[in-house]
């Protein structure tokens, strides 16, 4: 029985190969050039055929009685397939991997959670393997590959083509708790060749804007003051907007022609609806997925189901079994609907038991066949095909830290995008931190750079992003905190004090409240929040030159400007009247005026005013103030009474008039901070210093030398005994003995501790799994097919943490002793004890 059998699975293999060859030579038509086929240029050829599988693991190259049975249904499942669809491509079945063997496309996927806080979400899943993987071309693009190799080997050599990608992300996401799936279908030549020249950079794209609701109109009042009448001429105005219309008609002609050359570009495809590419789906529903996506694995980014990109699917699978799809694709994924429980439209390839084979009972439906293939049939329908899927092949996915922090398998990527580049670093591979830039081009031959943005890492100096528009030559860098200046954001055209520099503070972080300061060589204005004094801005100008002043309190000479005039705002201050708190203070500093003006008070339009004249240090006599009648104009807004006293105002301008001698001092600081954060930026632009993790020994030189010192250095193992003496000088033979005694029972007694938690954490672990193999066996037939994959998983988790239990105890079994007698030959030695206990 078992040679008859032998022999017809052969006829069968023989069977599929000659539908295989024939299907093959029905394309032979459709093949194209290579001059058709877009083959990236910054990706090297890789001899697959070159790679060592001497050290692979048996499982890579020899099949379990469970996977051949598996093979035997699945070839059983394909000869019903071919039957019933004829006009259909075959199905990606049972590919070789990388040691020729065949294996079934589903036990090649590895559910696996790698131990980092990225790789739980399924973008940062996808983000990282479009990194990581450099990515091959199909040998045919309308052919799915003869070989699907293991995601180990994939991410040894770091590249794949889309199969490779996609069941490499399959097994992160599944890991992870998604419900993802891979799948074998077909989509555009942008997509399939990982072509992004036409598409938008992501980080280009605008979030959507928020639906702001409208506020409900006021009601007209008829009592409002009308607004100046419109004297501006409607005529220029029309010819205004009509210019205005042509410019904004030939752009968007111009724009209009490109997208059309675009559209025309991408229509000129001959294999449209041929090419075969491999993606992922995400179904709703676990990990509070709300709606089903794809992921393209070449690029990491999500799709809607219904994008245009996507013309068709054949079939898709998971680590559990595999379904073909039955829905019509003639208007690509649009209309098709990822219930997978509906048979109709997704027919399932490994059966329950109680379930009934779709297949064979939708053939009755067919034409009849001739009698031998009648018998074929009956045969075909003994086959069991209600067994569970086997396990993975593929050995454990592990990728360590300095794999997962350097990503690129260059250190280096570059994605072109419309009139757009974007590249990519390793983190220290630049040494200015440099992780990533996007350079915008005005023109599709991105010949124009329009704008620059660097992302940097690691910067002692906290940069974050800098930004660069070659237009206006304008540099904002943008700083995260933690700065030495309490530094946000800088924007300039050049390091040099005479430019024009706008900073952005952490207002938090200082003292003083500035948010905001705008400095150039005739004003500088200063914007605050947060102050109790309630100011918010402070606006300063100045005259042409200088002269070097000495700051008070400081050694530090500037080069100060003369001060024309400072202008101060304040918010309300609701504890004082209206027309006692001051709104806007000006000082004009050259006219020896001061003018002050009050906040409004409720209904009233006009404000409360007060202007001071002062008297021109020349006319003084020494530093006294002197109020000369006529010299100060107030308006009291609303008021009949009386102006108040000479008394009142001459203390006001007193408070006024030191406040504006401070006032310059602050304006001082101002340019002194100014002059030292300019000073300060160009010695960090000129030597650039990157922060190291103090974890990070290999890169963190200063810890690197404390750890390798540490582990020279002994620790005085006698210190704690010796210290109980006092004076261990004068210590006796009976003491010394005592002294080593204690010290060696110590260590005994730390060591059996050491073995003795080990074991109680061995034990532990041993009867929780004994109680997890007991619950199993009692729920196992009320289990369903998810919750059993789950216990599998901690069940393997469970062995893997007891073996390595059991490893550790085997260890400090060994090394304990050995512990021992060393430090009993290092007492024996330590000249402390020696020269009391002799040779005893």
């Keep these: 029985m078992e040679i008859l059998e032998e022999k017809e699975e052969e006829a069968q293999r023989e069977k599929l190969k000659g539908l295989t060859i024939s299907d093959n030579l029905q394309d032979v038509d459709m093949k194209v050039s290579a001059k058709q086929v877009c083959v990236p240029s910054d990706v090297p050829d890789f001899d697959w055929s070159s790679i060592d599988t001497s050290q692979l693991p048996s499982s890579y190259k020899t099949n379990s009685l469970k996977e051949k049975k598996l093979l035997r249904v699945a070839d059983h499942f394909l000869w019903q397939y071919t039957h019933l669809c004829p006009d259909r491509k075959l199905l990606f079945l049972h590919p070789v991997n990388e040691c020729g063997l065949e294996k079934f496309v589903s036990t090649t996927v590895r559910p696996t959670l790698l131990p980092y806080p990225e790789l739980y979400q399924w973008d940062g899943c996808a983000s990282f393997i479009s990194d990581y993987l450099t990515m091959e071309l199909l040998k045919s693009p309308i052919i799915p590959p003869t070989s699907l190799y293991s995601p180990t080997t994939i991410l040894k050599y770091q590249r794949g083509n889309c199969f490779d990608f996609s069941v490499l992300l399959c097994s992160m996401l599944i890991g992870a708790s998604y419900d993802a799936y891979c799948v074998h279908g077909y989509a555009t030549r942008e997509m399939?060749?990982?072509?992004?020249?036409?598409?938008?950079?992501?980080?280009?794209?605008?979030?959507?804007?928020?639906?702001?609701?409208?506020?409900?109109?006021?009601?007209?009042?008829?009592?409002?003051?009308?607004?100046?009448?419109?004297?501006?001429?409607?005529?220029?105005?029309?010819?205004?907007?009509?210019?205005?219309?042509?410019?904004?008609?030939?752009?968007?002609?111009?724009?209009?022609?490109?997208?059309?050359?675009?559209?025309?570009?991408?229509?000129?495809?001959?294999?449209?609806?041929?090419?075969?590419?491999?993606?992922?789906?995400?179904?709703?529903?676990?990990?509070?997925v709300p709606k089903t996506f794809f992921i393209n694995p070449f690029t990491g980014s999500s799709h809607s189901t219904t994008d245009e990109h996507f013309l068709g699917i054949e079939s898709i699978w998971n680590h559990r079994n595999y379904w073909v799809n039955m829905q019509d694709c003639r208007n690509g994924c649009k209309d098709l609907t990822f219930d997978l429980g509906d048979a109709t439209r997704w027919e399932v390839m490994l059966l329950g038991s109680h379930e009934p084979l779709q297949l064979l009972a939708g053939a009755e439906e067919e034409e009849v066949l001739p009698d031998r293939d009648m018998d074929c049939v009956r045969k075909k329908e003994e086959v069991d095909m209600s067994f569970d899927m086997p396990p993975s092949w593929v050995a454990p996915i592990q990728i360590t830290p300095r794999e997962f922090e350097?990503?690129?398998?260059?250190?280096?990527?570059?994605?072109?995008?419309?009139?757009?580049?974007?590249?990519?670093?390793?983190?220290?591979?630049?040494?200015?931190?440099?992780?990533?830039?996007?350079?915008?081009?005005?023109?599709?031959?991105?010949?124009?750079?329009?704008?620059?943005?660097?992302?940097?890492?690691?910067?002692?100096?906290?940069?974050?992003?800098?930004?660069?528009?070659?237009?206006?030559?304008?540099?904002?860098?943008?700083f995260s905190p933690g700065h030495l200046l309490s530094l946000k954001a800088h924007t300039y055209t050049s390091l040099e004090p005479e430019a024009e520099h706008t900073m952005e503070f952490y207002s938090e972080a200082r003292v003083d409240g500035l948010q905001k300061r705008v400095k150039n060589a005739k004003e500088m204005t200063e914007y605050f929040v947060g102050r109790d004094d309630f100011l918010h801005v402070r606006h300063t100008e100045f005259h042409k030159g200088g002269k070097k002043i000495h700051l008070a309190g400081t050694r530090t000479e500037i080069n100060s400007q003369p001060i024309v005039q400072i202008k101060e705002c304040f918010y309300?201050?609701?504890?004082?009247?209206?027309?006692?708190?001051?709104?806007?203070?000006?000082?004009?500093?050259?006219?020896?005026?001061?003018?002050?003006?009050?906040?409004?008070?409720?209904?009233?339009?006009?404000?409360?005013?007060?202007?001071?004249?002062?008297?021109?240090?020349?006319?003084?006599?020494?530093?006294?103030?002197?109020?000369?009648?006529?010299?100060?104009?107030?308006?009291?807004?609303?008021?009949?009474?009386?102006?108040?006293?000479?008394?009142?105002?001459?203390?006001?301008?007193?408070?006024?008039?030191?406040?504006?001698?401070?006032?310059?001092?602050?304006?001082?600081?101002s340019e002194a901070e100014v002059l030292n954060i300019l000073k300060i930026r160009k010695n960090e632009e000129s030597a650039v210093k990157l922060s190291f993790s103090i974890y990070d020994t290999e890169r963190n030189e200063k810890r690197r030398q404390q750890y390798e010192a540490m582990k020279k250095q002994d620790l005085d193992y006698l210190a704690p005994f010796l210290i109980q003496i006092g004076h261990p000088e004068?210590?006796?033979?009976?003491?010394?003995?005592?002294v080593r005694d204690e010290c060696l029972a110590d260590l005994k007694h730390r060591l059996i501790d050491k073995v003795n938690i080990i074991q109680a954490r061995f034990e532990q672990?041993?009867?929780?799994?004994?109680?997890?193999?007991?619950?199993?066996?009692?729920?196992?037939?009320?289990?369903?097919?998810?919750?059993?994959?789950?216990?599998?998983?901690?069940?393997?988790?469970?062995?893997?943490?007891?073996?390595?239990?059991?490893?550790?105890?085997?260890?400090?079994?060994?090394?304990?002793?050995?512990?021992?007698?060393?430090?009993?030959?290092?007492?024996?030695?330590?000249?402390?004890?020696?020269?009391?206990?002799?040779?005893?």
Aim: charged residues 35%; positive net charge; proline residues 3%.
């Design 765 to 840: 672990a041993v009867e929780e799994l004994q109680k997890m193999n007991q619950w199993f066996q009692k729920n196992r037939n009320r289990l369903s097919a998810e919750e059993e994959d789950d216990f599998l998983t901690h069940h393997s988790e469970t062995m893997s943490h007891i073996h390595t239990l059991e490893l550790r105890l085997d260890r400090e079994k060994q090394t304990a002793t050995q512990k021992y007698l060393d430090l009993e030959e290092k007492l024996r030695k330590d000249p402390r004890l020696s020269e009391h206990l002799g040779h005893s």
């Design 572 to 669: 309300r201050n609701l504890e004082k009247p209206a027309d006692e708190d001051i709104a806007e203070c000006i000082f004009l500093i050259t006219e020896n005026t001061i003018h002050l003006t009050y906040h409004l008070k409720d209904k009233y339009i006009t404000a409360s005013k007060k202007s001071f004249y002062k008297e021109a240090e020349s006319d003084r006599k020494g530093k006294e103030i002197f109020m000369i009648p006529g010299r100060c104009i107030t308006y009291q807004a609303g008021s009949s009474e009386k102006d108040k006293n000479q008394l009142h105002l001459y203390k006001l301008l007193q408070e006024l008039t030191k406040e504006e001698k401070w006032l310059k001092q602050q304006v001082q600081q």
């Design 192 to 288: 399939c060749t990982l072509d992004t020249t036409l598409e938008l950079c992501p980080l280009l794209r605008e979030p959507q804007e928020r639906q702001v609701p409208k506020k409900g109109m006021k009601k007209s009042n008829k009592y409002r003051v009308k607004p100046p009448p419109d004297m501006q001429s409607k005529f220029e105005l029309q010819q205004e907007a009509k210019n205005k219309a042509e410019i904004v008609a030939a752009r968007e002609n111009k724009e209009g022609e490109e997208e059309v050359m675009e559209v025309e570009k991408g229509k000129r495809d001959p294999l449209y609806g041929l090419r075969v590419h491999a993606w992922v789906l995400v179904l709703s529903g676990k990990r509070d």
């Design 406 to 478: 350097t990503r690129y398998s260059q250190g280096r990527k570059v994605i072109l995008y419309k009139k757009a580049k974007l590249e990519k670093w390793a983190p220290y591979l630049n040494g200015n931190g440099l992780m990533k830039r996007l350079t915008v081009y005005a023109d599709l031959d991105c010949a124009e750079v329009v704008k620059v943005k660097e992302w940097f890492k690691n910067r002692e100096d906290m940069l974050d992003m800098r930004e660069m528009n070659k237009q206006t030559q304008l540099t904002t860098d943008y």
């Design 730 to 738: 004068k210590m006796t033979k009976a003491q010394a003995l005592c």
